[in-house]
T-cell receptor
Framework: ETGVTQSPTHLIKTRGQQVTLRCSSQSGHNTVSWYQQALGQGPQFIFQYYREEENGRGNFPPRFSGLQFPNYSSELNVNALELDDSALYLC??????????FGPGTRLTVL | GESVGLHLPTLSVQEGDNSIINCAYSNSASDYFIWYKQESGKGPQFIIDIRSNMDKRQGQRVTVLLNKTVKHLSLQIAATQPGDSAVYFCAERGSYIPTFGRGTSLIVHP
């Protein structure tokens, strides 16, 4: 186990709704990255937070947003859900830019 | 398009055989490469990494080879076990964000 936890494990939403996913980083890690993994694909980088500031963003629209808290846990928020947002959402924590350790993911289904 | 990719989507081996999973990348500025293993229902698990100033790195039963000339890296797993069955991803990190390929599914037959 990596010590990275995510909640919830599974989630079902309908198109147009909003969702918040949560991640607790490994103890001592100050950086959290979020990824979207569609079925049969590799993880796609959404954004990264370092010491509560967004530190890089992938090719995702602004309706994907996030937060990092003083204890370095993090949230991923997705507004106006679309069917194509159905995927496994992974967070990974690291100390600075060192090796990233992934959580088990949240499986989001949008109907 | 993707900057990393794997040559085969599925690799089937017999238990005890050696497995070789290949990966090509296109960004010649990439200086750090990582292999991850992802079992069903789990997040990717770090296996081994290699920096561009190295050609080879060994871990426990795994070896990563890097050929910068042809922008190719491989993951070799010795004495493959049923527990090695998973999807394997190579990722390159040109900046600080890993870019993943699609993955190769390794199936180990007893």
């Amino acid at each position: 186990e990596t010590g990275v936890t995510q909640s919830p494990t599974h989630l079902i939403k309908t198109r147009g709704q909003q969702v918040t996913l949560r991640c607790s980083s490994q103890s001592g890690h100050n950086t959290v990255s979020w990824y979207q993994q569609a079925l049969g694909q590799g993880p796609q980088f959404i954004f990264q937070y370092y010491r509560e500031e967004e530190n890089g963003r992938g090719n995702f629209p602004p309706r994907f947003s996030g937060l990092q808290f003083p204890n370095y846990s993090s949230e991923l928020n997705v507004n106006a859900l679309e069917l194509d947002d159905s995927a496994l959402y992974l967070c990974a924590s690291s100390l600075d830019s060192d090796t990233q350790y992934f959580g088990p993911g949240t499986r989001l289904t949008v109907l | 398009g993707e900057s990393v990719g794997l040559h085969l989507p599925t690799l089937s081996v017999q238990e005890g055989d050696n497995s070789i999973i290949n990966c090509a990348y296109s960004n010649s500025a990439s200086d750090y490469f990582i292999w991850y293993k992802q079992e069903s229902g789990k997040g990717p698990q770090f296996i081994i990494d290699i920096r561009s100033n190295m050609d080879k790195r060994q871990g426990q039963r795994v070896t990563v080879l890097l050929n910068k000339t042809v922008k190719h890296l491989s993951l070799q797993i010795a004495a493959t076990q049923p527990g090695d069955s998973a999807v394997y991803f190579c990722a390159e990190r040109g900046s600080y964000i890993p870019t993943f390929g699609r993955g190769t599914s390794l199936i180990v037959h007893p």
